[in-house]
């Protein structure tokens, strides 16, 4: 793909330097100090000087340098069509696990959208193979100090690593890690384990390489494989069982030990699932030093019993008469029974039902509240005593619109159930405050 290397400003933020030099919507940016942009980084870094040239072409096509002095931590209030400055880079990989694979047909197209954007790394946190990085890539994040970078390891064993990825160009992640160490340029992994893949001697080998990258590579998460009941004509992958789980977690737990005595850091964390599906309680907050990957599942449920319990003490019961209900999936399901019991036992007159939804559209072993659909809870609940309102996890509908993985619109959703909805963010105090409401 010939790369763009010509901006379009889609607005000026007012009062700022852009406004002050005349610059407006429309208005295509072009150069800086005679620099090309490839994306939104190189921008950040040339505006970062006390001097600046723009080489900039109006909209009637007339270009114009403008030269100007600021101080050098000053942004100059330009916003551009993406975040990026950049088309997204798509995966090349055609990897066993992916879970785009394992969607249904017929949902909404940005959704099959198979992202490896190493940029999207240091803007949103995403984890990346690093498949798509040449080494003028990989020297670019080193100039520019782009960290911490997250990367989607699944094996450091290279023969292993290809054959997962279905990429044949995928068994150099040792090197790419190395020299980014080397730059003490801080990094986060994860393997998304798969039973008679990865998982025994070959996740074995994978902790012990990652792990003589610290302290740049800082810790490292393992998740179970998701697997939905749309897999047909892909690689064959069975769910870890109960015992399997527990197998993984004391494997797992054994470099940990090893670790945190070498390097007073466990490093390797085992996302929420493994407890789920062994059936073992959450262990305590500082198991989780610091809850380093915790976007990424690992202490998201310990981490919000402890706002709750500590908002909890904060706040004094009343008589309040109040009932509500809230659908969950069963992941978090025994954690929301735990905060309604609570809560119920302060307001002696609430009254909280708590619905596991179970994921039919995805299959019984998705457990994930990010991945209920509106039909599911639409079926599940329609039945269901709902109270005033119902409560969903914010996760669970579209990031910038009301809208569930299904295409089924929050404003049909309430109109179906007939039942006003409030989301919840994700944490103990708004779970709190949207459970109670306000006293009447």
């Not at 999207?120 to 080494?135: A, I, M, P, R």
């Not at 509240?369 to 914010?394: A, C, F, N």
């Amino acid at each position: 793909m010939k790369k763009i290397y010509e901006h379009l400003i889609t607005d000026v933020e007012k009062g700022s330097i852009a406004e002050e030099l005349g610059l407006v919507r429309g208005d295509t940016l072009l150069r800086i100090n005679g620099k090309k942009m490839e994306d939104i980084f190189d921008y950040q870094y040339l505006v970062e000087d006390e001097v600046i040239n723009l080489l900039i072409r109006h909209a009637d096509g007339i270009e114009e340098e403008i030269e100007f002095e600021k101080d050098e931590d000053m942004d100059l209030g330009l916003t551009f069509g993406s975040s990026l400055m950049d088309e997204y880079r798509s995966c090349h990989n055609k990897c066993i696990f992916c879970f785009i694979d394992q969607m249904p047909e017929g949902m909404r197209e940005t959704l099959y959208f198979k992202d490896d954007d190493t940029r999207l790394s240091f803007l949103q946190g995403n984890y990346v193979t690093l498949t798509n990085l040449k080494d003028e890539d990989l020297d670019r994040i080193i100039r520019y100090k782009l960290a911490p970078i997250n990367i989607s390891v699944q094996a450091t064993e290279p023969e292993l690593r290809c054959k997962m990825l279905n990429n044949r160009f995928a068994g150099d992640i040792l090197q790419k890690i190395k020299k980014l160490a080397d730059a003490e340029i801080p990094m986060n992994a994860q393997v998304v384990l798969c039973k008679d893949y990865n998982d025994k001697e070959n996740l074995d080998r994978t902790i012990s390489d990652l792990s003589e990258f610290l302290p740049y590579m800082q810790s490292l998460s393992v998740v179970p494989i998701g697997v939905t009941k749309f897999r047909d004509g892909l690689t064959k992958i069975d769910p870890f069982t109960r015992d399997e789980a527990r197998a993984v977690l004391d494997q797992i737990h054994g470099w940990q030990k090893k670790l945190k005595e070498q390097y007073n850091n466990r490093f390797v964390h085992a996302s929420d699932e493994w407890f789920l599906l062994a059936e073992l309680p959450l262990p305590d907050e500082e198991y989780y030093e610091g809850y380093g990957q915790i976007e990424n599942g690992v202490g998201m449920l310990r981490s919000f019993i402890s706002e709750f319990d500590a908002c909890l003490k904060e706040i004094e019961g009343d008589d309040r008469v109040r009932e509500v209900s809230i659908a969950t999936a069963k992941l978090a399901y025994p954690t929301i029974c735990y905060f309604a019991e609570e809560l119920q036992k302060k307001f002696k007159n609430l009254k909280v039902h708590v619905y596991c939804i179970i994921n039919h559209f995805f299959g019984e072993t998705i457990t994930v509240t990010g991945l209920m659909t509106g039909g599911d809870m639409i079926e599940q609940l329609k039945t269901k005593e709902l109270g005033e309102t119902l409560l969903l996890p914010e996760n669970t509908l579209k990031a910038d619109e009301d809208i569930f993985l299904d295409d089924i619109t929050l404003f049909d959703f309430q109109k179906t159930l007939q039942v006003p909805v409030n989301i919840v963010q994700s944490n103990g105090q708004d779970f709190i405050e949207k459970v109670i409401g306000d006293k009447k």
